[in-house]
């Protein structure tokens, strides 16, 4: 006997959840879903600029669905990754909630995943397939900010000291800065303490730094 059904929703970005697009569509999926099932929408949960990495009840919306849940109670979402990117964070919520006699509906899936034992083998595949995809991606987000550095590019953060963001995105040097830190290494290699520096610097080129910039910069 079902009791209650919810629908769960959510885009991971925040210019998706301003736009809403998405999560219209995933609304209506869940709620043709419903109708093809004979069943009446209670609630539908909305997760807005939240990351599918981060584990269903550490969200805001998902860990209301969580504790709301009672036995017979459906769930309803349109794809497997609206909801799980973690395979474990997956499989742990699923056996949760067929320990609580509750049924959770993926439409990509064809259906109920607590149902039968095919159900549970697709779905237990596609949440590692969906995990191995995340960490991949992760994998080359890395390369190419360790290449983009490696050509002297600007990846966002404060500018270095000595350097300004040019039109194409690398860093090109500023000359007067420049003429500043080869100073300052020069007068440390004569054995020149940092608030020396700090003072020579000052007077000769009207640059105050401060003694930690000073200590990153030698």
């Known amino acids: 006997m079902v009791m ?8 991971s970005t925040i210019r998706q959840a ?13 709620a043709g879903h419903a109708m093809m099932l004979g069943l009446s929408l209670d609630r539908v949960f909305i997760e807005r600029g939240v990351s599918g990495s981060v584990p269903l009840a550490n969200r ?9 849940l009672k036995a017979g109670d459906v769930v309803i979402t349109s794809k497997l990754d609206r909801m799980f990117r973690s395979a474990v964070d997956a499989l742990g919520v699923l056996d949760d909630l067929k320990a ?15 149902a039968n034992g095919i159900s549970k083998l697709v779905f237990t595949i596609l949440s590692a397939v969906a995990e191995a995809e ?15 550095r490696g ?7 404060k500018v270095p000291y000595g350097y300004a963001v040019a039109e194409d995105g690398a860093l090109a040097e500023v000359p007067e800065q420049q003429s500043v830190i080869a100073l300052a290494k020069a007068l440390r290699a004569e054995g020149k303490a940092l608030r020396a520096i700090q003072t020579q610097l000052e007077e000769s080129s009207g640059n105050r730094l401060s003694l930690a910039a000073l200590h990153r910069l030698l």
């Open 134 to 148: 995340r960490d991949r991606i992760r994998e080359r987000v890395s390369q190419v900010k360790a290449d983009q």
């Open 60 to 68: 805001q919306e998902g860990a209301v669905l969580l504790a709301s």
């Open 18 to 30: 301003d736009e809403g697009e998405s999560l219209a569509v995933q609304e209506r999926q869940i």
């Open 100 to 114: 609580r006699k509750v049924s959770l509906h993926m439409i990509d899936l064809g259906g109920d995943v607590t």
């Open 151 to 157: 050509r002297g590019r600007y990846l966002g953060g």
């Open 4 to 11: 209650a059904v919810y629908g769960y929703v959510r885009v």
